[in-house]
T-cell receptor, first 113, second 114 residues
Framework: DAGVIQSPRHEVTEMGQEVTLRCKPI?????LFWYRQTMMRGLELLIY????????DSGMPEDRFSAKMPNASFSTLKIQPSEPRDSAVYFC???????????FGPGTRLTVL | AQTVTQSQPEMSVQEAETVTLSCTYD???????LFWYKQPPSRQMILVIR??????QNATENRFSVNFQKAAKSFSLKISDSQLGDAAMYFC???????????FGKGTHLIIQP
């Protein structure tokens, strides 16, 4: 298996623009997670899905952030409008079971100017 | 809610020596899992080792082992025979008790001196 795939790897955008990050989980994994990594706050869980259904979005910082999982092989994290403080590395991870090892994608480094 | 604390922002060790990274956690749950992840400069998150809280035996993976002290809520990682490729950020994490996502510590930057 190719592992968790994220695109793009790098994204540079202007403040106020819409940003869409994409993730393809490992086939057969029922759980999908979005994390954000910053120097100040470290790694924090934003939202996760089980069988394409959002279970916990309490980590989503603001209404500007939204996530969807239209099918078992694709998820998006959207920021609209983007702000400089959204600059971070965004990771997608998937897992076959709850509480178990999560397999991480390579991350998307987002820079908002 | 779970919390994970790594009190060592940076550690340095000579190649071939042994180093121990500290981690403490706080949870009210009885069923949970603990993990150590490695993040090299490539930023890829790689699982190093996993421990189920209900297991008393400490997990071991080749040169990596943990010292799991459940009562003290301590979960340290020991790296034996350190290699240059071990240089990375190491994150301690926990999950469980209805929280399927991982709660991470702030990380320890491990430097390997040749």
């Amino acid at each position: 298996d190719a592992g968790v795939i994220q695109s793009p790897r790098h994204e540079v955008t202007e403040m106020g623009q819409e940003v869409t990050l994409r993730c393809k989980p490992i086939s057969g994994h029922d759980y999908l997670f979005w994390y954000r990594q910053t120097m100040m706050r470290g790694l924090e869980l934003l939202i996760y899905f089980n069988n394409n259904v959002p279970i916990d979005d309490s980590g989503m910082p603001e209404d500007r952030f939204s996530a969807k999982m239209p099918n078992a092989s694709f998820s998006t994290l959207k920021i609209q409008p983007s702000e400089p403080r959204d600059s971070a590395v965004y990771f997608c991870a998937s897992s076959p079971q709850p509480y178990n090892e999560q397999f991480f994608g390579p991350g998307t480094r987002l820079t908002v100017l | 809610a779970q919390t994970v604390t790594q009190s060592q922002p940076e550690m340095s060790v000579q190649e071939a020596e042994t180093v121990t990274l500290s981690c403490t956690y706080d949870t009210s749950e009885s069923d949970y899992y603990l993990f150590w992840y490695k993040q090299p400069p490539s930023r890829q998150m790689i699982l190093v080792i996993r421990q189920e809280a209900y297991k008393q035996q400490n997990a071991t993976e080749n040169r990596f082992s943990v010292n799991f002290q459940k009562a003290a809520k301590s979960f340290s990682l020991k790296i034996s025979d350190s290699q240059l490729g071990d240089a990375a950020m190491y994150f301690c994490a926990s999950s469980g008790g209805g929280a399927d996502g991982l709660t991470f510590g702030k990380g320890t930057h491990l430097i390997i001196q040749p």
